[in-house]
């Protein structure tokens, strides 16, 4: 939810500001903007629209021209899309700047009170609130009147803060949204996320909660909420920069989809040695794990398909009861936990805010916290009390790909180790299943070399406006997240159902077509063989009352379910709970490919963000 670039240096902080944007873009992209000192005043441009926007209106920079600054993209909350909404936002006085990411839930009681001191505001956000009570609250000293301001304010933020006064140094201040300063030669920076540093410098700083930084070009200084000078860790950023670039391809969704064989290798080559799951991250003793006696699986979004994937997979390996919760609503329904429940919280960001909600309430009942998250050093990540990370790398795209799928290779690992540990499966079961792990990257390949044929039937169905996913067992939660990916970037209507479920009311939505139009379209993941023979009934059913017909199944099953089919997508031969890894690499394609067809913005679909910090 919205991005953050703060840059103090030498040259020119436009042209950096709106490049470090530009790869922030998918935290937020309806309305972009920037404010340098120059000219012994603070000058802000900024409109409504994609950065692009930006570029076009400083002219690449060239027109905005000072050594430090700050930008901002945005992802509405309060207010809608529109220039005098666009962040940054200038204090009563204009001699404050600031840039926000996040919500500040008492804003309301806030602007009430400037109002009643005569502050007029000019625009329909929370931000606003932050930079006049900053301003009310400045009395010459611009560090001690952020720490006074943000004591008053409630919710999630990360603040990036110029005083005109101050000329030299750029603030920030975060709680509950992320931050990451970037320390260079000759120029310092800070950004929501590391992608938009990494060209700079890789030596980086994590902030926690309440701490506060005041950079200049050639030092960062580090306070605790009560101005107290303290010391941050430095770390170094090990990836390649073409890991965040396009590197030819059209879309980033499009290169994510293609790099899923080797991050599933990454993910899990490391932690496979000499026959045997090695899961050094996992700091829990063998002695709690071998008494865990449930689990509960906590996300959001695609992170929750994947806990449901988990669920069927790590009950029939382990026998342990599994509960998969919706972080949003884990709070609310009163989770029966205790010492002997270990919670599982999956996020690819590691700032999903209902899902650090949900950690908390879970440590709070007393249950220990595995988070499974892809971004070093994040809020899930530090707060639970042990990590295992995707090793995904980063993920510019919006509908995540290779996240998820990263996602889903870590739930194996980890079902197969309790599993071994708990003794539930035989020492010859879990070294075929080992085996067969392995050979995941290889098998994924197989079908993105089969993109061809995937593009050719997304162009007989990219019309579509109603279309319907169908499966049972892991074949139903693949089809949760084929429906969300083609509903997320192509924007058709889509809905997953439990195959068997279609006769209680669904079945009454499917037309027949006629000579101008198809038959609904039914995609049908047959893929679990024990139920094949089951969901080519109720394929059978939908058939019959005029749906058109599109299967994706394995050469196992591509005999009995072509009969019923117009049209099939075949992925390799697999263990069967590792095939929704590869339906969902073919369900990724054909919403890709659906999307393109259909001209949407593919990696930043409208009124998505990428990191979602506020409830």
């Known amino acids: 939810m919205c991005g953050i670039v703060g840059f103090t240096g030498r040259e020119n902080a436009t042209p ?27 000058k802000v441009t900024k409109c409504k629209g994609e950065v692009k926007e930006l570029y076009k209106a400083t002219d690449d920079g060239k027109a905005l021209v000072g050594n430090i600054g700050l930008g901002h993209t945005r992802w509405a909350t309060h207010g809608e899309p529109s220039d005098i909404n666009a962040h940054p936002h200038l204090s009563n006085d204009e001699h404050i700047a600031v840039v926000h990411n996040g919500i500040i839930e008492n804003y309301q009681k806030l602007r009430n009170m ?43 933020y990360a603040l990036g803060v110029i005083c005109d006064n101050d000329p030299d140094t750029l603030y920030a201040v975060r709680k509950e949204s992320p931050l990451i300063v970037g320390k260079a030669d000759g120029c310092n920076l800070f950004a929501s996320d590391v992608t938009a540093l990494i060209k700079y410098t890789r030596d980086i700083y994590y902030l926690d909660d309440g701490d506060i930084i005041a950079m200049t070009a050639d030092d960062i200084k580090f306070y605790n909420s009560e101005l107290q000078p303290i010391e ?30 080797e991050v599933i290798h990454k993910t899990l080559s490391p932690r496979i040695r000499d026959g045997r799951i090695v899961l050094d991250e996992l700091t829990f003793s063998d002695e709690y794990l071998k008494n865990v006696n449930k689990l509960y699986i906590v996300a959001c979004g695609s992170a929750y398909h994947v806990g449901i994937i988990a669920k069927y997979n790590i009950e029939k390996l382990t026998r342990i009861p599994v509960e998969v919760a919706l972080a949003s609503e884990f709070r609310y329904y009163s989770p029966i936990l205790d010492e002997n429940t270990l919670v599982i919280c999956i996020s690819q960001s590691g700032t999903t805010a209902d899902t650090l909600a949900a950690l908390r309430e879970a440590k709070r009942l007393g ?23 995707t090793h995904a790398g980063p993920e510019i795209a919006v509908a995540t790909t290779k996240g998820y799928s990263t996602q889903l290779a870590v ?8 599993a071994d540990l708990k003794g539930t499966v035989t020492k010859e079961e879990y070294s075929r299943l080992l085996s067969e792990l392995e050979k995941l990257p290889e098998q994924m390949q197989k079908v993105i070399d089969n993109k061809e044929h995937i593009q050719y039937l997304a162009s007989l169905y990219f019309n579509n406006d109603d279309i319907f996913f169908i499966g049972r067992n892991l074949d139903y939660a693949i089809t ?19 195959a068997g479920e279609l006769k209680h009311g669904t079945i009454s939505l499917v037309e027949r ?15 679990y063989l024990e139920l094949l023979e089951k969901t080519r009934s109720n394929v059978e059913e939908v058939r019959s009352r005029g ?38 690499v073919a369900l990724q394609l054909f919403s890709y490919y659906m999307a393109l067809l259909r001209g949407c913005s593919i990696d930043k679909p409208r009124n998505l963000a990428k990191s979602v910090t506020v409830e």
């Open 16 to 42: 950096i500001i709106l490049d470090g944007l530009s790869k922030l873009e998918y935290r937020g992209y309806d309305s972009a903007g920037v404010v340098v000192y120059s000219d012994n005043k603070l």
């Open 513 to 527: 077509g006629d000579e101008h139009k198809k038959g609904t379209l039914v995609i049908s993941i047959a893929t």
């Open 411 to 418: 739930t194996y690992l980890l079902g197969l180790y309790l």
């Open 114 to 156: 400037l109002e009643a001191q005569g502050f007029v505001f000019r625009s329909e956000t929370d931000t606003e609130v932050a930079v006049d009570l900053i301003q009310y609250f400045y009395k010459g000293n611009i560090l001690e009147a952020i720490a006074e301001a943000t004591r008053r304010m409630e919710g999630s």
């Open 367 to 389: 249950a220990k916290v595995l988070s499974i998250v892809n971004v070093v050093g994040s809020f899930i990540a530090k707060e639970a009390d042990c990590v295992l990370y």
């Open 232 to 261: 941050k860790e430095l770390s170094k950023i090990e990836w390649d920069i073409s890991a965040a670039e396009k590197g030819g391809y059209e879309h980033f969704m499009f290169k994510e989809i293609m790099e899923q064989p």
């Open 480 to 498: 949760l997240e084929g429906s969300l990916k083609l509903k997320e970037i192509s924007y058709i209507h889509s809905e997953a159902y439990a």
């Open 547 to 584: 749906a058109e017909i599109l299967t994706v199944t394995s050469p196992e099953g591509f005999e009995t379910m072509e009969k019923v089919s117009d049209n099939v997508i075949t992925i390799p031969s697999a263990e069967q709970m590792y095939t929704p890894s590869l339906a969902v």
